[in-house]
């Protein structure tokens, strides 16, 4: 069967260089998925999906690891996350380009140092090379999926709270039967998955993001959940949907994110109905704060993330934000924090943050690594402040 406008799999593969078996992994482990596929199983591409193909091996060439170029590219709508992981490949190639200027330098006193007939400094030369050694090590960490998906098994692992997020997070919705909910930035859907023995059927979701590619795998997720979803991609700053469609509208980690808060607020209140409720979840400047101060106590120039996206939309923000327009509005935290006893778990931790850390802590691993477990020996506790605000739309007077 041939499809106008498709390619086969073989065709795809053809087309873009690269072998049949390349696609069928990229299929399997969800990094690019077709745009059809027949009764039969046979499986067929579109030219944006063969746009998307040549995205994902130019982040390869450019030595991302496919978990990463995976949710690089799912979330490729997503400007703020695809600039982040540029940047994070950025710094880290001026951080080899700086090693090997020392060892340009060293070797350079080292030719100069025999053709002038002097002892070379060999202690030194090896020093440089174990350090660069060491830096190629945490940098392969870094950029290994199990590292990048350290910052959610430390909470995962470590959390005291024992519910969990989402589950906590669902309660605080408060679902009724009978009504239209909108979640903007949905990501994977995990709020819905993670609580589906808990979904009433009497409801009319809306599960949108900005990342088509996000749409497209919740969609597949999601297709036994019944007719009670549908899904959109949707950018929060212009929600397509008429005025007072909902009664509730979910923004789990999203407002921080968005450009133009005062646009979004707006566009909320517009499709909300009189009455209708707005839920959604920040952190506060407290949260994690234990870890920066760890790594500023080992070297003050560390900053683990350049984003404070609290100080946008925060906990202690958010709420006048909210107040200019909408009303009723209350804070509730997710009461929760770490208790961490393995260093392992904080050290991976901190390698896998978006800041500047590797820079300092490349040539002194070992004493970093020594510092951490002496700070961890009888546990480590980190503060955790997240929650949720909730709001009502005013009423028409």
Known sequence: MKLEGYYSSGEFAKKAHVTKKTIRYYDEHNILKPSFVSDSGARFYSDEDFARL?????????????????EMTVRNSDKHFFSESLHMQLGLIEEKIEQMELIKTALLDAAKAVDEEKNVDWSKMMQLVNVNEMEHK?????????????????????????????????????????ESILELGCGDASLWSMNRHRIIN????????????????????????????????????????????????IANHVLFYCEDLKKVFEEIKRVLKPGGR?????????????????????????????????????????????????????????????????????????????????RFIVDRYSDFVAFVKKKTKDGFTVTKEAGVFKAVKRNKI
């Open 54 to 70: 040549q995205q994902i091996l130019f982040l390869k060439y450019l030595g991302f690891s496919l978990a990463d170029i995976k």
């Open 138 to 178: 945490l940098k392969v960490q870094y950029q290994n999926s199990s590292n990048i998906s350290a910052r959610i098994n430390l909470h995962e692992e470590f959390s005291k709270n024992k519910q969990g997020w989402f589950p906590w997070l669902f309660e605080q919705c408060d679902i009724k039967a009978g």
């Open 202 to 249: 009497d409801i009319n979701v809306i599960l949108s993001d900005i990342s088509d590619g996000m749409i497209r795998d919740v969609r597949r997720s999601m297709k036994d959940a019944g007719n009670s979803f549908s899904f959109e991609v949707m950018d929060a700053h212009h929600i397509n949907a008429p005025d007072e469609s909902f009664n509730l509208v």
């Open 278 to 358: 707005i839920i959604c979840s920040t952190y506060g400047s407290g949260h994690m704060k234990e870890i920066s101060m760890l790594v500023k106590d080992f070297d003050s120039r560390i900053v683990l993330s350049a984003d404070r996206l609290y100080e946008k939309f925060g906990k202690q923000n958010g709420g006048i934000l909210l107040c200019e327009y909408f009303d009723d509005v209350l804070w509730s935290e997710y009461e929760d924090s770490l208790e961490v006893t393995k260093p392992e778990a904080l050290i991976s931790y901190v390698l896998s943050c978006h800041g500047n850390q590797n």
